[in-house]
């Protein structure tokens, strides 16, 4: 009796994480067919201009340079768009981001452009500080927060602004990356594109709060309504609870059909590591369950989990199955990245498998370390996050003692 009752668990469990396999497949495909019907469509742009369009303040949080970043900021200034601002914010007046703004002001006089310098403390976030004198000075009915390290293509914006129907609040792009040398920039395409765009398509798809806060186009009268961006300043996933507060409402959120083109310079992998390790470290703390399904939904894991259960109930090879397993998820994080890139990949197949190989390898080590390490290092601070996504920082932390 006691055998029976023991292989009826074993059975119940196989059953169990064949299912979870098989719905992970199944986001491989909602990804697939969410990236090739929603990425990149034609649309006429000219027809669009030809309609009254609302006017966009840009906001521009600075931190620090990199060799990118010039030619970042100009993108801005050449946008196919009829009326816009853009509204550049640094916290230290020290900061060498100034210079740049300053050049680029001189050299489009007649993009009307502006710099905050200062900042103002309404919460824990440093990048809503540093954001907050702009938001208050913004003059149109549309906001865009847009991260230093994106760059726009010329129609862009327009673009958004077509996808903020009526019964949307917040316009996103996914985030993704410019062609740029160097391995580390190879990683970085290569997880955006594969394991960071699959999960992003499908939450887009399924309508679940995924939005990054790095190009997020929303209506101002919304966020004024809850009190402003400061009202989010408790937070260091403020992307998020942007999203939340409007769905809570019953509005609607929207992806762009242009990715975001991120193009800061990635010096190493251990940066970009870490980058990765930051953002476990929110989820964990805003989606607890993530604990344990984050790390089982990662490819090597789930197929030697899905391979015994297929082995246990079928007497198949678990090898075998293991590899099938290894090969399709290759294959269609490829195809993934293909659809997203749209254009030839600026590395080679032997660059992909690597980087491929590294990104999967690398996962459950990130998220070790995000759970041993909970505590936040972002730019000049390092804050202990709270259960539901509320932030301390730790100095101010000490001081309470």
């Known amino acids: 009796m006691e055998h029976w009752f023991h292989r009826y668990i074993l059975v119940a469990v196989a059953v169990c994480v064949i299912i979870g396999w098989s719905f992970v497949w199944i986001m491989h495909l909602i990804a697939l067919f969410h990236g090739a019907r929603t990425l990149h469509k034609k649309v006429d742009y000219d027809a669009l201009k030809e309609s009254p369009l609302p006017g966009v303040s840009i906001i521009k949080p600075l931190v620090g340079t990199d060799t ?67 938001y208050l000075a913004c003059k149109h009915e549309l906001v865009l927060i847009s991260d230093a390290g994106i760059r726009m293509e010329e129609d862009t914006l327009l673009d958004m602004v077509h996808s903020m129907k009526d019964d949307v609040a917040l316009v996103h792009q996914m985030p993704f990356v410019c062609d740029r040398k160097g391995f580390p920039a190879v ?42 961006i400061a009202s989010f300043g408790q937070y260091l996933a ?55 399904l984050e790390p089982l939904s990662e490819c090597f894991v789930l197929g030697a989990m899905a391979s015994c259960a297929i082995s246990f109930l079928t007497q198949v090879d678990p090898f075998a199955v293991y590899l099938i397993h290894i090969l399709l998820w290759f294959l269609f994080d490829y195809s993934l990245l293909i ?19 590294l990104r999967e390898l690398f996962a459950l080590i990130l998220f070790a370390r995000a759970l041993w390490e909970p505590d936040i290092r972002w730019r000049t601070g390092t804050y202990k996050l709270k259960w539901g996504g509320v932030a301390e920082e730790i100095s101010e932390i000490k001081s309470k003692l």
Not at 71 to 100: G, R, T, W
Not at 271 to 283: D, G, P
């Open 68 to 134: 990118n970043l010039k030619d970042n900021m100009e993108s801005f200034f050449k946008l196919n768009y009829p009326k816009y601002e853009i509204l550049f914010c640094v916290q230290d007046d020290q900061d060498h981001a100034k210079n740049y703004v300053n050049d680029l002001l001189v050299k489009y006089p007649h993009v009307d452009a502006s710099l905050f310098v200062g900042g103002i403390k309404v919460g824990v976030n440093p990048k809503i500080n540093n954001m907050q004198p702009a």
């Open 187 to 228: 990683l970085e395409k290569v997880y955006f594109g594969t394991a960071h765009a699959r999960i992003y398509l499908c939450a887009d798809f399924l309508r679940i709060n995924c939005p990054t806060g790095m190009s997020a186009l929303m209506r101002k009268k919304l966020l004024d309504d809850v009190g402003g």
């Open 339 to 357: 659809i997203i890139q749209k254009s030839n990949l600026p590395f080679s197949k032997i660059d992909f498998v690597i980087a491929w190989l």
């Open 238 to 292: 403020e992307d998020f609870f942007f999203a939340k507060s409007f769905t809570d409402r019953g509005w609607k959120l929207r992806i762009s059909q242009q990715p975001a083109w991120q193009n800061s310079y990635t010096a190493d992998i251990e940066t970009f590591q870490n980058r990765i390790t930051r953002w476990a470290k929110l989820r964990i703390a805003m989606i607890p369950h993530m604990i344990l």
